[in-house]
């Protein structure tokens, strides 16, 4: 699965839109970015994920690049609750029943401030 | 979305001791669950894959006789620390995938005194 670069850490004023980067710039054809955050002491929790073209669904914007080297993940009104540390995943899609593990590098620490 | 559980969420036992973390698909079937550890202020680290009939199958550097892995069912995966110690004191989290999205437990906090 393709490596990726995050920055460590971001802040962002609460009703405001986070955008975080994450640069992918050795991805293949067939690798999907996905989008992964974890709250301080739980279990990452899944955000969106998409190939080619831009992704919405009710929890955030997914921006992808044409040439696909670069990602953009949009919370479009930031909370305190979305305070985490936010991972971007590149891997292959897989077919039912044919699961594979998530490589997690170190992420993006947000930090939605009041 | 799918839900994933683990238990117990939290435990504390004495060195020596073997714990043993349920991990649970509650409303889907999973033949393949993943086990991730995850040290203070560091990322998740896979530990093994557990399939579901068959052994699991063990990221380089993890004993496979210390973290014992069972996956007797299509909703049940379970990990056992044997002989624990303090330097087994992590963050367990477990993982189970339907339709291309992982869902991930809430993970179980092993404090080895």
């Known amino acids: 699965d393709a490596k990726t670069t995050q920055p460590p850490s971001m802040d962002c004023a609460e009703g405001r839109a986070a955008n975080l980067p994450c640069n992918h710039s050795t991805i293949s054809g067939n690798e999907y970015v996905y989008w992964y955050r974890q709250i301080h002491s739980q279990g990452p929790q899944y955000i969106i994920h998409?190939?080619?073209n831009n992704e919405t669904n009710e929890m955030a914007s997914l921006i992808i690049t044409e040439d696909r080297k670069s990602s953009t993940l949009i919370l479009p009104h930031a909370t305190l609750r979305d305070t985490a540390v936010y991972y971007c995943i590149v891997r292959l899609y897989i077919s039912s029943g044919s699961a594979r593990q998530l490589t997690f590098g170190s992420g993006t620490q947000l930090t939605v401030l009041p | 979305g799918a839900v994933v559980s683990q238990h117990p969420s939290r435990v504390i036992c004495k060195s020596g001791t073997s714990v043993k973390i349920e991990c649970r698909s509650l409303?889907?079937?999973?033949?393949?669950m993943f086990w991730y550890r995850q040290f203070p202020k560091k990322s998740l680290m896979l530990m093994a894959t557990?399939?579901?009939?068959?052994?699991?199958?063990?990221e380089q550097g993890v004993e496979k006789d210390k973290f014992l892995i069972n996956h007797a069912s299509l909703t049940l995966s379970t990990l056992t620390v044997t002989s624990a110690h303090p330097e087994d004191s992590s963050f367990y989290i477990c993982s189970a995938e339907r339709t291309a999205e992982q869902f991930f437990g809430p993970g179980t906090r092993l404090t080895v005194l």
């Open positions: 998409g190939l080619k």
């Open positions: 557990s399939n579901e009939g068959s052994k699991a199958t063990y």
């Open positions: 409303d889907f079937q999973a033949t393949t």
